[in-house]
């Protein structure tokens, strides 16, 4: 199957890439509605297709059991920046995908070669659809997901400054907890065997440790509007 995505012309497809902490969300969100641009965190169907599995009592220590169920639930995501949405048969799951249970698991659900298959062609036909473009935010966008995005950004940042930007959106976190967790987070989804966490070749790498949030934004808008003036 190809993984051209065909949009119209004056659209623009931007894949944002990159760890936990780095700021992706905060700023895939603001570029997208700064641009006029359709937005979707496919870290949030992994983490809702995660929270499906412990719902339904999956064992997801088990990738045979993963494998399994992986096509059952049916997961629609809201790609308006401003009032993004996610639902799990149909239900609101915005809130319960962000418990720290979820985030405990999220990796290893999301190791197994038929949830990403799932996921991967899930975030294909929603980037397809946007008409008008979309900033598109995950660990492997710019390497599987979407190989011809017009833009491919990729964020990082020191573990310490991931940790305490988590510890502040957290209360009451440890931040050297969140460190280590930050850490192991990395070396699971960049050693995983299927679309693991990676910079393409031509991606621009950002790193956000001594920038504010709106230092990135400000220099992802202008890369996306160079671009746009470019094509």
Known sequence: MSTAVETASSAVIVAIDGPSGTGKSSTSKAVAAKLGLSYLDTGAQYRAITWWMLNNGIDVASPAEIATAAAKPVIVSGTDPSAPTITVDGEDASGPIR??????????????????????ELQRSIAAGAEGGIVVEGRDIGTTVLPDADIKIFLTASPEARAARRSGEVKGSDLVATREALIRRDAADSGRKTSPLAKADDAVEVDTTELTLQQVIECVVTLVEEKRTAA
């Open 99 to 120: 418990t720290q249970e979820v985030t405990s698991k999220v990796s290893a659900v999301s190791a197994v070669p038929e949830v990403r298959t799932i996921i991967t």
